[in-house]
C-alpha cells in the first residue's frame, strides 16, 4: 500500500507544487512561457552556463523525493543553440546514491562506480565539427522514458530502490516529469488502443502531447526509450491480424518514419539510446548508423530491420537478479507482467537466453528459462515480415544447449565464521537415502548414488549458502550468498521454483526445515555484523501461496547451527561459540535460553542433532575441543559429556581406538544421529561411527582433508560426508566400503584441454592441482599436485598418453598418465607461462610466458626436448588465456598475441618464421582508441582464417595468408572476451566473457544469431568442444558439461565444413610413427630431413633466451636444497635418448664468395648458418636481448655500480687489525673458474676478484688477492706448479689481467696484460710452456705466450666469437677452437724464436643442426669431443678433419664436456651432468658412415640447481666437482650416484647479515628470497627458508631475553611487505604478517623480544606484537623516504628524563633520524630526538644514493654514530645526553654501511669504492681493506666483536679482528 498513491502515474511537478517553489527549488533563468506546440504553459530554463540556471526537487539535497515508480518521462525540449543537462541522483536498494546524467554537452558514455553519464546528440543534417552536440534549430519535443530499474542494473549491476532527486539544467522548455510502473505508448490513444485491439497501454490524457487531425504523433514528436525497448510494447504489432484498421496504419507508418528520423539519439560504446522503433508492413532493410540523422517528415516511411525478440520468459517480482538485454532486442513480456508473475524455475536442464546482444553479464540462469512461442497463423505478407525482420535471429534449436553434468561440489565460504575450514560443503540425503543433494557454487545437484546421474535445480546468481530439505521431500530451500541474501522455495520433486523472496538477513549462514515443511528456520548476519535468527511460514507455498514472514530475532549469541527439532516444530536448539540454546516458537514470536553448560560454557560448539527416538530428549552437541555433550532439552541439563582424544601406541604411529577422556582433543566439525548410531567428522580427516553410548568405534574412513560436514541416511546404512578439499563421499556401513561421489577443485578452474582419442578432460586449478577427469562418468581419474608453484595452462599430448603443463614460476613438465609421474621438466621461461599447445599432429609443443618468451619443443618422442626459444616475441602484458598459444588444425600455422599488446603473429610451427603481423589497432581506421588483442582462435582449413577477439569487444576474423579483415563481429559481450572456440565443422562459434557463455552459428554471413547460456558463479574462464564434436565444456568456479541439442548436417561441397581440408586433429596416420623414426635416425643412419634454414629468424633463439633489458634475470628456484624433480640419482645404463646419429663425410665444397674450406680466415666468411635477414625483409628489426649467464656466453660480469677506488691505504701485515678468515661463495657467473688435482688435494676457484684456495678436509682457505676485477676464468699447469687466472679491465686499464700463481706458496709469480677487455678462456700446453689465451670482447684475439719468459709470441685477431680453445694432449703443437657454425684446427710452427700458425676450418655438417659449437675436449687419438647450443655432442676425427658421428645429449646448450679415457661427461644449461660410456668411438671411426652407433650409452645422471658453467674430474672420472650458475660448488660421485654441496652461496645480493645471541650461528638474506642459517664455526650452510617470488630485503635474529635458547626466532621482512618469523629450533615459520603495503626495508626486535619495529619504504615504522601478530601502531613522522636503518636497545628507566626501557632509532633516506624511548607492555612510546641534516649534493656512485646510517654506540650509551648525514664525508658522534654533536671522523668517502664492534672500540665502514676502513675509536688509526669486488654495502661485527662479516652483492667475506 505503500506505493499505492502512486500509481498508476504521478505527476511530479504537481504533487510537488513546483509553481509555489517551496518544495522545490529555481536558480538563474528560469521562467514560465506559453508553448504553441503544446498549447500550455512549460517551464523555460535558459543560460550560458548550466550548473547556474536549473530547476531543482526537491528543495535540499538532505530531502528526497521517495518516487519508486520504475519509470521516468521527461517532458521536454531542446533548446538551441546551447546544451542542456539533466541529472537524476537514484537510490539504490542497498542506499547507495547514483547520478545518472544526460546531456547534449557530454562527448561519450562514462561510467565510474556512483556516477553514469550518457551523451545526448542532436542533429541536423550534418553537424559541425565543434558542435555535434548542439541541437538543431527545429529541435521537437522529445518524451524520454527512462526505464530506472533496468539502467542501474543494465551498467553498474545495481537495484533500483527510488528517485531521490532531479535537477534540469539549461539550456531546455520542460512541460512536466511523470514517473509510473506502466510502460506507456505516447504515439496510441486509448480510443485507437481499443479500436485496434493493441496490446499496449497507451499514454494517458494528461500526459499526452496534442496531435492535430490529419497528422502523425512521430511526425511531430520523438519518443526515446532507454534502455531501448525493455518491453514488447508496439514491436510486436503486425503479428495478430492479417491488417490493421486505418489509424493504426497510420500510427505505425509514422512510428516508423519517426524511427529514422528523430532528431535524437544517446551515443556511447556501450550504451546506446535509440528511437523507438514499430514493426512496419513494407519490410525494407536499413543501416543504422551511430548518429540518427533528421530527414524530412514527408520522407517514405521505412523501417530498421528488427531483430527478434526475446522468448516468453517467467519473471517474479524480484527481477533485481535478472539483467536486461540490451541491444535492439527487447524483452518478451510487458514490464507489468514482470512485477506480477511468480517467478517457475524450468524443468528442464537448459538455461539460456536469446539474444542479438548481451549488455550486462549478471543474469539469473532460472529467469531466462526459454518457452517456445504460441503458434499463429501468418499471412504471406507477414511471414515475409518476419523473414527480413529476424535477420538477428537465434538459430535452431532453441536452445541448443542442455546441460548434462558438472563437476564440482561447495565453494561458498561465509565470511561470518572465524575458521576458514567451515566452507558450505553441507550435503543431504534424500528420504529413500537414494540420492543426495549438495551446492555447486550457484547451481544445486542432486545426484542418484547409484546411476551417479545429476539434476539440478538452477536459479540462483551468486554461490549457495545454505540448503535445507524438509522431511517428506517435498521442499527444498536454498540460500545465495551475495547481499541480501535471496531465499529460493523449491518443488523437489519437479524442480520448480515455488517462490523466490528477499531473506531480511543480510547474509543466510544455515537454514533448517521443520519436519513438515511449514516452517523454515534460518540464521545468519545483519549488514552490521549482528546474529539474526528468522522463522518463515512456509505451509501454503506448496499450494500456489507464499512464504510469511513470521518473526525475526536478533541475538547477542553465537549460533555456528541451528536446527529446528522434527518432533516438535516450535522448538529448536542453537549451538555456537561459549553456549547451547533452546528456542520456541510461541504466539508469533522467538524465546530462547541458554543451558547451564557449566564447566563449558566457554568451549565453541560446531554443531549439534536431536536424537532421533520418539520419546529421546536428547541434544548431542559437539565441539571443536573434542567434546561431545548429551544435553536433555525438557530439563536443560547438561546429562555426560565426552571428548575425544587421540591415542599412540607406544611402538608405532598409528593411533589406537580414540577415548573419551581428559587432554587435548580431536576437534569435531559435525555430527549426524541415527536411531542407534552417531557419525562424528573430525578436522583430523577421520569420519568416526560410534554407537550412543560411545564405548567404542565402529567404524572409521579417513579421508584427505578436514571434514566440513557428515549426515546420516535416513534408514541408518549409510553415512555421507564431505570435506574441505573438496571430496564428497559415503561410507557404506552393512559392506564396510567407502565410495566416493564426487571430487572437485578447491578454486578456480584456469583452463581445460581434452584427449582427442579418449574422452579426457584436464584441468588446472588456483588449488595447485592438475586433474584430470572422464567426461563420460565425470570422475577424477589424476591429480598431480604442485605445493610451490601454480599450474596456469595445460595441453593434451593427440597421440600419446601425457599431458603438458605450464607453471607460475616458468616451468613445463611433461606428464605419463601410465607411468603417473613427471618425464621432464624444462625450465626455459623465466615468467609465469601463459599459454601451451601442442600441434594436432603430435609433433611440436608450444608455450609462451609472461616475459614474452616462445619456447618451442620436439614432442614427437617420449621425452620432449626444446628446439627453440624466442625473447620478446609474445606479448607480456597479456594476461593467462587458454587462448593465448592456438595452432592451426594442419599443424602448420602458430598464432599468438604478440610482441605488443596491439598485434597478432602468425609463425610456422617447424621453423617459427614469422609469416604474418597484423596490426589489431590500426583495422578500425574511425575508432579514437588503440584497440588490442586478447585472444586468438584458428577456424577450419580451408578457408584459413584466424578469429581475433579484442578490447572493444569484437571478434575479427582475419585471412592467415594476406590478413586482412574477411569479418567482423561487434558487440560480442558486453567486455572483452577472453576465451573462444570453433567447432570443427566450422558451424558453432563459442565466445565466453564474465559469466556467460554464448553460442554463436558461425554460418551466418550477415547478423549472426546467438543463445546466452548462464549457470557459472563466477567469470568463465575457458570453453572448448568436447573431442566428438557433440558437447561443449565450460570451466570457471566449477566444470559444466553440455550436451548439444543439435543435429548434424552435411554441407554441400564447397561450404566450411563441406571443404576438403586436413585429417581431423586428433587422428594421425599410420605412417606417422614410423616416418617419426625415420627421421629422428632411430635406426642409426644419418638423417635424411633438416631444418632449413630461416631467411629471418625469431630474436635469440636458443634453449635459454635472454631477458629484456631491465629484467631480473634470474630464474624461479625451488626452496629445496637438494637436485630438483629431474635429479633422479643413479640410473641404470640406458640408451642415449636421442639416438646416436651418423654423420656422412661433410663437404668439402662451398661457396666461391666464401672461398675453399681450407684456406685460412680472411675477411670473406660463410654465410650465418640461420640466415641473416635481408635488407628487404618485410620483418620488423627486432634488438637482440643481452645474453643471460645460463647461456653459452663465457663469463657475465655481475654489472656492478662502482669500481675499487685508485688508493687503498693497506696496512704492513704485521699490524692488520683484520685477517680474512672466510669467503662464503662461489662466482658462478664465471666459466671454466674451478681447478683440483686429486693427488696433490690441490683444489681453488673463484669468489668476485679472490682465488680462494681450500683445504677440503679441514675447509682452512687461502686467499690470493691481487685482481682489480672479477676473476673470469682459471687454468692449472699439467704439473700443478702455476694456476694462471684472468680478469677483466678495471677503471685503471682498459686491457684484461692474467696473474701467473705460484701454487706451493701462494704469490703471484707475473703479471700479463691481454689486449681483449675480458679473457674468455685459458689453457696450458701439454708439455707446459705455453699458455694460450682466448679473448672475449673488443678484438677476440688468441694469443700464445711464452711461460719461460712470459713474452706474446703470437697474436690472432678472430673474425668472430670463439667459444673455447683446447690444447690436444697427444700434440703440443696442436690446438681446437669451436664457436659459430664451425670448427678450427691450428698447428704451431717454430722455427727459432718465431711461431707460426697455420689454421684449417671445417663447417658443422648441416645434419648435426647446430647453430655454433659451446664446448669441446680431446679424448682418445685423434677424437675430439664438441657440444652445441642444441644438446648435440658431435665427434670429429682431427686427422681427417671430419665429424663422423651426432648423438642428441641433451636438449639444452652443452656448456662443459670432459673426457678421459672411454668416459665422457657432459654438462648443459638445463642443469643437467650426464656421465657417457664412448669406448666404442675408435671402432665407428674406423667403420666410417657404416657404423651402428646403439653404443653410445649413457650411464648416470644428476641434475644440480643450474645450468654447468664448470667442472673437474679425476681421470678415472669417477669423482669431480662441478660449478653451476647458481653460485653452487658440488661434489659429484659417479659411483654412488650423487651430488653434495661443497660451496654453497647466495644467487643475488646479499642484504643483512644476524647473529645468533650465543654467536653459534648467524643468518643471511638475500634478493633471492632465501633465509639462510649458517655455522659460524665451519661456514657451512645449516638451514635455508625459501620464499619464491620475493625478495628478503631485511633481517633481525631474537634477543636473549626473548626465552630460552632452543626458542631462538628470526624475523624477515620483505619486499611485498609481509614479515615472517622463523623458529629455528623447529625450521620452520612460526608467524606471517603484512604490517606493510611497501617493501620492508629495516627491522628490529624490541629489548625483550616481544615486540618488531619494522620499516618499509615509503618512510612508515609499524610496531607489531610477536605473541599476537597484530600491529599495534604506525608510526608516519618518516613518510617520504625510505627507513634504512632500525635499531635498539635497553636503557634504564627515567634515563635521559624519559620513561621507558627501551631505547630505539629510526634512520630515513632523507638524512633525518629519530630517537624514541618506549615501553612496549605499557603501550607508551615517546620521540626523544630528532636530527635533520641536508642532503649531500654530490653523489660519488650515480644511481646508488648515499644511505642514511645510524647506530648506537656499544660503549656508551649516550652517543649516537651516524654516517651519510649531512654535506660532508664524515663519521659523527652525537651526545643523547648534551644534545649536541661531540665528535666528527672525517671520511675519503661517503659511506654505505657501518658498524660499531662491541668488544673494542672499533668502527667498520663500508664504501662503494670496494674498500673496507677500520677505524680505532681510541687512537685515531685507520686501516684499509680491498677484497670485494663491488660496493661494501654491508658490514656487521659479531656480538662479541671477535668477528666482522662484510657483504658486496652476493659474495660475504669473514674477517678476523685481531687484538680483541
Not at 529467469?367 to 517456445?372: F, R
Not at 684449417?1400 to 679424448?1419: F, M, N
Request: proline residues 6%; glycine residues 8%.
Amino acid at each position: 500500500m505503500a506505493r499505492a498513491w502512486q500509481h498508476p502515474f504521478l505527476s511530479v511537478f504537481r504533487h510537488f507544487k513546483v509553481d509555489e517553489w517551496k518544495r522545490s527549488a529555481k536558480e538563474g533563468d528560469v521562467a514560465t512561457v506559453m508553448d504553441k506546440t503544446l498549447k500550455c504553459t512549460v517551464y523555460r530554463v535558459r543560460g550560458s552556463v548550466s550548473a547556474s540556471n536549473y530547476i531543482q526537487l526537491p528543495r535540499t539535497g538532505t530531502q528526497s523525493l521517495g518516487l519508486t515508480g520504475r519509470y521516468l518521462y521527461v517532458l521536454f525540449r531542446p533548446l538551441p543553440p546551447r546544451h542542456f543537462v539533466i541529472h537524476l541522483d537514484v537510490f539504490t536498494e542497498d542506499s547507495q546514491v547514483i547520478r545518472v546524467s544526460f546531456s547534449s554537452l557530454f562527448k561519450e558514455f562514462k561510467s565510474t562506480a556512483t556516477w553514469l553519464q550518457f551523451p545526448f546528440i542532436c542533429e541536423a543534417g550534418t553537424p559541425r565539427k565543434d558542435a555535434a552536440g548542439v541541437p538543431p534549430t527545429g529541435a521537437r519535443w522529445t518524451c524520454l522514458q527512462l526505464d530506472l530499474h533496468d539502467l542501474l542494473l543494465v551498467y553498474l549491476n545495481r537495484r533500483y530502490g527510488h528517485l531521490k532527486s532531479i535537477r534540469l539544467c539549461a539550456s531546455l522548455l520542460v512541460r512536466n516529469l511523470y514517473t509510473s510502473d506502466l510502460c506507456f505508448d505516447p504515439a496510441v490513444t486509448a480510443p485507437e488502443a481499443r479500436r485496434a485491439k493493441l496490446p499496449v497501454t497507451p499514454m494517458p490524457r494528461e500526459m499526452a502531447f496534442p496531435v492535430p487531425k490529419g497528422q502523425s504523433w512521430h511526425d511531430r514528436y520523438v519518443h526515446i526509450r532507454f534502455p531501448s525497448d525493455s518491453s514488447k510494447g508496439v514491436s510486436t504489432l503486425g503479428q495478430k491480424n492479417g491488417s490493421l484498421p486505418e489509424a493504426g496504419l497510420s500510427a505505425l507508418c509514422s512510428t516508423g518514419s519517426a524511427a529514422l528520423s528523430s532528431t535524437a539519439a544517446f551515443l556511447g560504446h556501450v550504451p546506446r539510446l535509440l528511437p523507438h522503433s514499430a514493426p512496419f508492413n513494407k519490410p525494407t532493410q536499413v543501416s543504422m548508423s551511430p548518429e540518427v540523422q533528421m530527414h524530412d517528415p514527408a520522407a517514405s516511411c521505412r523501417v530498421p530491420s528488427a531483430p527478434r525478440p526475446l522468448p516468453e520468459i517467467s519473471m517474479s517480482c524480484e527481477r533485481l537478479e535478472v539483467s536486461s538485454v540490451g541491444g535492439p532486442s527487447g524483452r518478451g513480456q510487458e514490464p507489468s507482467a514482470w512485477a506480477e508473475a511468480t517467478d517457475k524455475c524450468v524443468n528442464s536442464t537448459n538455461v539460456h537466453v536469446s539474444a542479438h546482444e548481451l549488455a550486462v553479464v549478471p543474469v539469473a540462469p532460472e529467469d531466462v528459462a526459454p518457452h517456445e512461442p504460441p503458434c499463429r497463423e501468418q499471412s504471406g505478407q507477414q511471414a515475409a515480415l518476419g523473414k527480413n525482420r529476424f535477420q538477428q535471429r537465434s538459430f535452431l534449436p532453441d536452445p541448443i544447449l542442455r546441460l548434462k553434468g558438472v563437476i564440482g561440489f561447495g565453494g561458498h565460504s561465509t565470511r561470518w565464521v572465524r575458521r576458514p575450514m567451515r566452507l558450505l560443503a553441507c550435503a543431504l540425503w534424500t528420504k529413500d537415502g537414494a540420492a543426495v543433494v549438495y551446492p555447486c557454487h550457484a547451481v544445486i545437484v542432486m545426484l542418484h548414488v547409484d546411476t551417479r546421474q545429476q539434476r539440478f535445480f538452477l536459479g540462483h546468481t551468486d554461490k549457495v549458502s545454505a540448503l535445507a530439505l524438509d522431511g517428506s521431500n517435498s521442499l527444498l530451500a536454498s540460500a545465495q550468498a551475495r547481499a541480501p541474501s535471496m531465499l529460493r522455495l523449491w518443488d523437489f520433486q519437479t524442480g520448480a521454483c515455488l517462490s523466490l523472496f528477499r531473506s531480511p538477513v543480510h547474509v543466510v549462514c544455515s537454514l533448517s526445515f521443520s519436519d513438515s515443511g511449514a516452517l523454515l528456520c534460518g540464521t545468519g548476519k545483519d549488514r552490521h555484523g549482528r546474529t539474526v535468527v528468522v522463522a518463515w511460514d512456509t505451509a501454503q507455498v506448496g499450494r500456489g501461496g507464499e512464504a510469511v514472514l513470521l518473526t525475526k530475532v536478533h541475538t547477542d549469541a553465537d549460533i555456528q547451527a541451528f536446527k529446528v527439532a522434527f518432533f516438535d516444530e516450535t522448538r529448536m536448539a542453537s549451538c555456537g561459540r561459549g553456549g547451547v540454546r533452546l528456542w520456541r516458537l510461541r504466539r508469533g514470536g522467538l524465546r530462547s535460553c541458554a543451558v547451564d553448560l557449566g564447566e563449558h560454557h566457554a568451549l565453541e560448539f560446531t554443531d549439534l542433532a536431536f536424537g532421533q527416538d520418539l520419546d529421546s530428549c536428547t541434544l548431542y552437541v559437539c565441539g571443536r575441543s573434542g567434546h561431545i555433550l548429551e544435553i536433555d532439552h525438557q530439563h536443560m541439563a547438561v546429562r555426560r559429556a565426552r571428548r575425544l582424544l587421540p591415542t599412540q601406541t607406544p611402538s608405532g604411529p598409528l593411533p589406537k581406538r580414540q577415548t573419551f577422556s581428559s587432554g587435548p582433543g580431536i576437534a569435531i566439525s559435525s555430527l549426524s544421529v541415527s536411531q542407534v548410531t552417531c557419525a562424528v567428522g573430525s578436522e583430523d580427516g577421520y569420519l568416526r561411527l560410534w554407537p550412543l553410548d560411545f564405548s567404542s568405534v565402529l567404524l572409521e574412513a579417513e579421508h584427505e582433508g578436514p571434514i566440513s560436514s557428515v549426515c546420516v541416511s535416513p534408514d541408518g546404512l549409510r553415512v555421507l560426508s564431505t570435506t574441505s578439499s573438496g571430496h564428497l563421499g559415503f561410507l557404506d556401513v552393512p559392506s564396510r566400503e567407502y565410495s566416493v561421489l564426487m571430487r572437485s577443485h578447491t578454486a578456480l578452474v584456469l583452463a581445460l584441454a581434452t584427449k582427442c582419442r579418449q574422452e579426457h578432460l584436464a584441468t588446472v586449478s588456483q588449488d595447485h592441482t592438475v586433474r584430470v577427469w572422464d567426461l563420460v562418468t565425470l570422475q577424477q581419474l589424476y591429480d598431480f599436485t604442485s605445493p610451490k608453484e601454480a599450474p596456469r595452462a595445460v595441453a593434451f599430448h593427440p597421440t600419446q598418453p601425457t599431458f603438458f603443463c605450464g607453471f607460475s614460476g616458468g616451468a613445463v613438465c611433461s606428464f605419463s598418465l601410465e607411468a603417473t609421474e613427471v618425464l621432464v621438466e624444462h625450465r626455459c621461461h623465466r615468467g609465469a607461462v601463459t599459454g601451451l599447445a601442442t600441434s594436432p599432429d603430435g609433433s611440436f609443443l608450444f608455450s609462451s610466458c609472461s616475459r614474452g618468451s616462445l619456447a618451442q619443443y620436439d614432442c614427437a618422442a617420449t621425452q620432449c626436448r626444446v628446439l627453440r626459444v624466442a625473447a620478446n616475441v609474445v606479448c607480456q602484458d597479456a594476461h593467462m588465456s587458454p587462448n593465448a598459444l592456438v595452432v592451426s588444425g594442419d599443424s602448420r600455422l602458430l598464432a599468438f598475441v604478440g610482441p605488443s599488446k596491439y598485434t597478432v603473429t602468425i609463425m610456422d610451427t617447424a621453423s617459427l618464421d614469422e609469416l604474418l603481423r597484423v596490426d589489431i589497432s590500426a583495422l578500425d581506421g574511425t575508432s579514437s582508441r588503440l584497440d588490442s588483442a586478447v585472444a586468438v582462435c584458428f577456424g577450419p582449413a580451408p578457408p584459413g582464417h584466424l578469429l581475433v577477439s579484442t578490447s572493444s569487444n569484437t571478434v575479427v576474423v582475419l585471412d592467415t595468408t594476406s590478413g586482412r579483415m574477411v569479418r567482423e563481429l561487434s558487440g560480442v559481450h558486453p567486455t572483452a572476451c577472453p576465451s573462444l572456440a570453433l567447432s570443427r565443422d566450422g558451424r558453432f562459434l563459442l565466445t565466453a566473457a564474465d559469466r556467460a557463455i554464448k553460442v554463436w552459428d558461425y554460418l551466418m554471413q550477415a547478423n549472426l544469431g546467438c543463445q546466452v547460456y548462464i549457470g557459472h558463479s563466477e567469470p568463465v574462464q575457458a570453453v572448448a568442444f568436447s573431442p566428438n564434436q557433440q558437447q561443449l565444456l565450460s570451466v570457471g568456479d566449477a566444470i559444466f558439461l553440455w550436451d548439444i541439442l543439435a543435429p548434424n548436417e552435411r554441407l554441400p561441397p564447397g561450404s566450411v565444413r563441406g571443404s576438403p581440408g586436413a585429417p581431423p586433429a586428433c587422428e594421425a596416420g599410420p605412417g606417422m610413427r614410423q616416418l617419426e623414426d625415420t627421421v629422428s635416425g632411430a635406426d642409426g643412419l644419418p638423417r635424411w630431413q633438416v631444418p632449413v634454414p630461416s631467411q629471418a629468424s625469431p630474436p635469440r633463439l636458443g634453449p635459454c633466451a635472454g631477458l629484456p633489458e631491465g629484467g631480473d634475470g634470474a630464474f624461479s628456484v625451488s626452496d629445496d636444497e637438494g637436485p630438483s624433480e629431474e635429479s633422479h640419482g643413479p640410473k641404470g645404463l640406458r640408451q642415449a635418448s636421442g639416438s646416436a646419429l651418423l654423420v656422412k663425410e661433410a663437404d668439402r665444397v662451398v661457396d666461391a664468395a666464401c672461398g675453399a674450406a681450407g684456406d685460412s680466415w680472411g675477411l670473406s666468411m660463410p654465410p650465418h648458418p640461420c640466415g641473416q635477414p635481408s635488407a628487404q625483409s618485410p620483418r620488423r628489426a627486432r634488438a637482440q636481448p643481452a645474453a643471460h649467464p645460463d647461456s653459452c656466453e663465457p663469463f657475465m660480469s655481475q654489472g656492478k655500480a662502482s669500481s675499487l677506488a685508485k688508493s687503498v691505504s693497506s696496512p704492513p701485515a704485521s699490524s692488520e687489525r683484520l685477517h680474512l678468515k672466510a669467503v662464503v661463495g662461489y662466482s658462478g657467473n664465471g666459466r671454466a673458474n674451478v681447478v683440483w688435482r686429486p693427488d696433490t688435494g690441490f683444489f681453488a676457484y673463484t669468489c668476485g676478484r679472490l682465488v680462494v684456495v681450500e683445504d677440503l678436509h679441514s675447509g682452512a682457505q687461502q686467499h690470493w688477492l691481487g685482481h682489480p676485477e672479477e676473476i673470469s676464468t682459471l687454468a692449472l699447469s699439467h704439473d700443478a706448479q702455476v694456476l694462471a687466472s684472468a680478469s677483466g679491465h678495471s677503471s685503471t686499464a682498459s686491457c684484461g689481467q692474467i696473474r701467473l700463481w705460484e701454487v706451493p706458496g701462494g704469490s703471484c709469480r707475473q703479471l700479463i696484460s691481454h689486449r681483449d677487455p675480458t679473457v674468455r678462456a685459458l689453457a696450458f700446453s701439454p708439455d707446459d710452456r705455453l699458455l694460450i689465451t682466448l679473448g672475449y670482447d673488443g678484438d677476440c684475439t688468441l694469443a700464445l705466450w711464452s711461460m719461460s719468459t712470459y713474452e706474446l709470441l703470437s697474436s690472432t685477431r678472430l673474425p668472430e666469437p670463439v667459444h673455447g680453445v683446447a690444447f690436444n694432449p697427444w700434440h703440443a703443437g696442436e690446438l681446437a677452437c669451436v664457436g659459430q657454425g664451425a670448427i678450427t684446427l691450428w698447428l704451431l710452427q717454430q722455427r727459432g724464436a718465431d711461431v707460426s700458425l697455420q689454421v684449417h676450418r671445417e663447417r658443422i655438417p648441416e645434419e648435426v643442426r647446430a647453430g655454433k659449437l659451446t664446448s669441446l675436449c680431446y679424448g682418445a687419438m685423434p677424437l675430439l669431443y664438441c657440444g652445441s647450443d642444441t644438446g648435440q655432442v658431435c665427434v670429429w676425427d682431427t686427422r681427417a678433419c671430419r665429424c663422423f658421428l651426432a648423438w642428441e645429449a641433451d636438449n639444452s646448450e652443452i656448456g662443459v664436456l670432459l673426457c678421459s679415457g672411454v668416459r665422457l661427461v657432459s654438462g648443459s644449461d638445463s642443469g643437467r651432468l650426464r656421465l657417457w660410456a664412448v669406448e666404442a668411438m675408435l671402432e665407428l671411426r674406423r667403420k666410417g658412415s657404416g657404423a651402428r652407433s646403439s653404443s653410445v650409452f649413457m650411464e648416470r645422471e644428476l641434475t644440480l640447481d643450474g645450468a654447468i658453467v664448470s667442472a673437474v674430474f679425476h681421470d678415472s672420472m669417477d669423482m669431480g666437482v662441478a660449478g653451476s650458475v647458481a653460485g653452487t660448488l658440488w661434489y659429484i660421485n659417479w659411483a654412488e650416484g650423487t651430488s653434495t654441496h661443497l660451496i654453497s652461496g647466495h644467487r643475488s645480493k646479499v642484504n643483512e647479515v644476524a647473529f645468533s645471541p650465543s654467536e653459534s650461528h648467524c643468518a643471511t638474506c638475500s634478493d633471492d628470497g632465501s633465509v639462510r642459517v649458517w655455522s659460524l664455526a665451519s661456514m657451512e650452510l645449516v638451514i635455508q627458508f625459501q620464499v619464491l617470488n620475493q625478495s628478503c630485503l631485511c633481517l633481525a635474529w631474537s634477543p636473549p631475553s626473548c626465552g630460552r635458547p632452543e626458542q631462538q626466532q628470526v624475523a624477515a621482512g620483505y619486499s611485498d611487505g609481509t614479515l615472517r618469523v622463523f623458529s629455528i629450533s623447529r625450521t620452520a615459520m612460526e608467524l606471517k604478517m603484512r604490517p606493510h603495503l611497501a617493501a620492508l626495508t629495516a627491522i628490529a626486535f624490541s629489548a625483550d623480544g616481544q615486540t618488531i619495529l619494522s620499516g618499509d619504504k615509503d618512510g612508515l615504522v609499524a610496531v607489531s606484537r610477536l605473541c599476537t601478530g597484530m600491529t599495534l601502531r604506525v608510526l608516519s613522522d618518516q613518510r617520504g623516504a625510505p627507513i634504512s636503518t632500525i635499531q635498539s636497545t635497553s636503557k634504564e628507566d627515567g634515563d635521559f628524563g624519559v620513561e621507558g626501557t627501551d631505547l630505539w632509532l629510526a634512520a630515513s633516506g632523507d638524512q633525518r633520524v629519530s630517537i624514541w624511548a618506549s615501553d612496549w607492555p605499557q603501550g607508551h612510546c615517546e620521540l626523544m630526538d630528532w636530527l635533520s641534516f641536508p642532503a649531500p649534493a654530490l653523489m660519488e656512485a650515480p644511481g646508488c644514493p648515499v644511505p642514511s646510517l645510524a647506530a648506537f654506540c656499544p660503549w656508551d650509551g649516550a652517543l649516537l654514530v651516524c654516517a651519510g648525514l649531512g654535506v660532508h664525508r664524515e663519521v659523527i658522534f652525537y651526545s643523547l645526553r648534551h644534545k649536541q654533536v661531540v665528535e666528527k671522523i672525517p671520511l675519503p668517502f661517503f659511506a654505505v654501511s657501518l658498524s660499531l664492534s662491541p668488544g673494542a672500540r672499533l668502527m667498520a665502514i663500508g664504501f662503494a669504492e670496494c674498500v673496507l676502513r677500520l677505524v680505532d675509536c681510541t687512537s685515531g688509526a685507520v686501516q684499509d681493506f680491498a677484497g670485494h669486488n663491488d660496493s661494501v654495502r654491508l658490514c656487521r661485527f659479531t656480538p662479541a666483536g671477535r668477528l666482522l662479516f662484510t657483504a658486496a652483492h652476493r659474495e660475504i667475506l669473514v674477517w678476523e679482528v685481531t687484538g680483541c
